[in-house]
């Protein structure tokens, strides 16, 4: 539940709030943030306590303040912000409902009716649509001064909090398998290929299908507080090979050709290279997700982020192939992962709602 100050300041700040309504708890997911639902007469808004440092330096909630109105002011459909104590570390949000793309999709591939397919993929498509208004319009006039992030998705990255922290939490952390010598050089060259893909358009760094609220029919972006400049190849990869929705391989094939049909109508850019850095970029999302599986199943006491492994390791493996000649052993590493006892004993639970 809200702690009684934070009520108190948002009774301050939105005098329309109902004092008789039970305010609701809502599910934090991977996060440490608390967030709650407040009742008014025309409807909801969402309390979030995420209390962090606020001396001088830009901070974490900072960041969400500063993209919630740059995204929103570049036509980028996101909730707005409408309060803000930066002591404290709480906001009041415009409230989106429970509906995100995550649940639409399930639901509608576990019907298997064409019409349900259809809408579903009706809703990637707009959710590709604004992907491209955000990667392209979103850069325009980005200031990384007032975000907390470093600047640029770069090599250090990949190598510290992607291809290392899924090494680290999952294949060694979790499986105790034995990483192959060799192993560093292969990863810094596929870092290098990544690198290649460049830095020049806004990167939320988790667009998946559970930041993405169904809101009056509409896509709305959440959790943007990662973002910063990269290859657009990145959010593509994170929605398409999203292991908590889990597209069929056909329905991701059309959903890439419309996305490089809007994307390259706007940047111009060459289908065939962009393509060719894809699998480089997409494999080391994949192995940033298998990593927070690991370490928030296990570290933070959510075991149910540990039944997304098996999908996250076989979409991996896919968009691994083509790469088979110049990262052998860590395709080799993937499968054994893939067979470990561990990972076979969660395939097939029951997701995270």
Request: hydrophobic share 50%; proline share 8%; charged share 20%.
């Amino acid at each position: 539940m809200p702690s009684p100050e934070a009520l108190a300041w948002v009774r301050r700040a939105f005098p329309a709030l109902d004092p008789s309504a039970r305010p609701q708890p809502l599910p934090p997911a991977g996060s440490s943030r608390a967030l709650a639902r407040l009742f008014h007469a025309g409807g909801s808004v969402v309390l979030v306590e995420n209390p962090v440092a606020a001396a001088g330096a830009v901070n974490e909630n900072d960041t969400f303040v500063y993209l919630a109105a740059h995204l929103g002011a570049r036509g980028v459909p996101v909730p707005a912000v409408l309060a803000y104590e930066r002591d404290r570390g709480w906001l009041l949000l415009e409230d989106l409902g429970d509906l995100d793309l995550c649940a639409a999709a399930r639901r509608a591939l576990a019907s298997e009716a064409p019409a349900e397919r259809e809408a579903l993929a009706a809703l990637y498509r707009q959710a590709l649509d604004v992907l491209v208004r955000l990667q392209r319009e979103g850069a325009d006039g980005f200031d990384p001064g007032r975000t907390h992030n470093p600047p640029r998705y770069d090599v250090a990255l990949m190598r510290e909090g992607e291809s290392g922290y899924f090494l680290r939490e999952l294949v060694v952390g979790h499986l105790g398998l034995v990483l192959p010598h060799g192993l560093d050089a292969e990863l810094a060259r596929l870092a290098d290929r990544a690198a290649a893909a460049g830095t020049d358009y806004l990167l939320h760094r988790d667009y998946q299908s559970q930041n993405l609220k169904i809101h009056r029919g509409r896509i709305h972006v959440i959790d943007f507080q990662g973002a910063r400049l990269g290859p657009p190849q990145y959010d593509l990869a994170a929605l398409l090979l999203d292991p908590y929705a889990d597209l069929p391989g056909e329905m991701r094939a059309e959903l890439l050709a419309h996305y490089l049909d809007a994307f390259t109508a706007h940047a111009g850019a060459e289908r065939g290279a962009f393509l060719a850095l894809l699998p480089a970029v997409g494999a080391h999302r994949l192995m940033q997700a298998l990593g927070a599986y690991a370490f928030l199943g296990l570290r933070r006491g959510k075991p149910l982020f540990l039944a997304h492994i098996p999908a996250a390791l076989r979409l991996l493996g896919e968009t691994l192939a083509p790469l088979a000649g110049e990262a052998p052993l860590l395709v080799e590493l993937v499968a054994q992962a893939r067979r470990h006892p561990r990972v076979a004993a969660t395939r097939g639970a029951a997701p995270p709602a």
